[in-house]
């Protein structure tokens, strides 16, 4: 991929990330809306609720569907790829200790 190919690609992502789709929502909030759920899950832990904690955890991974599909990536794929990544680490990744 040439250098101006990278920067293209690279703007238009980024674009797609502040332009409304088709329904008038931003990528921005939608992302939003995961971290909602995400601590609407923690919430659920505070009052050891597991079942709003399961309910929680549904609603965050249908919300990443949703971007996922969106953006056209392909989970599966790039899951496996990160899982690679992961693998080659060190049990210190930065300044935390992964347990």
Same mark, same amino acid.
């Given at each position: 991929?040439s +250098?101006s &190919?990278g920067?293209?690609? $690279?703007?238009?992502f980024?674009?797609? !990330?502040? +332009?409304? &789709?088709e329904?008038?929502? $931003?990528?921005?909030?939608k992302?939003? !809306?995961?971290?909602?759920?995400?601590?609407?899950?923690?919430?659920?832990?505070?009052?050891n609720?597991?079942?709003?904690?399961?309910?929680?955890?549904?609603?965050?991974?249908?919300r990443?569907?949703?971007i996922c599909g969106?953006m056209?990536?392909?989970?599966?794929k790039?899951?496996?790829?990160?899982?690679i990544i992961?693998?080659g680490?060190?049990?210190r990744?930065?300044?935390?200790?992964?347990l």
């Amino acid at each position: 991929m040439s +250098i101006s &190919n990278g920067m293209e690609r $690279k703007k238009r992502f980024y674009n797609s !990330l502040l +332009i409304e &789709n088709e329904n008038g929502e $931003k990528m921005l909030g939608k992302l939003m !809306l995961v971290v909602a759920e995400v601590a609407e899950a923690a919430e659920a832990v505070r009052h050891n609720d597991l079942i709003n904690f399961r309910e929680e955890i549904a609603d965050t991974f249908i919300r990443l569907s949703d971007i996922c599909g969106t953006m056209d990536i392909d989970i599966e794929k790039d899951i496996e790829n990160k899982m690679i990544i992961n693998e080659g680490r060190a049990l210190r990744h930065g300044t935390k200790i992964l347990l």
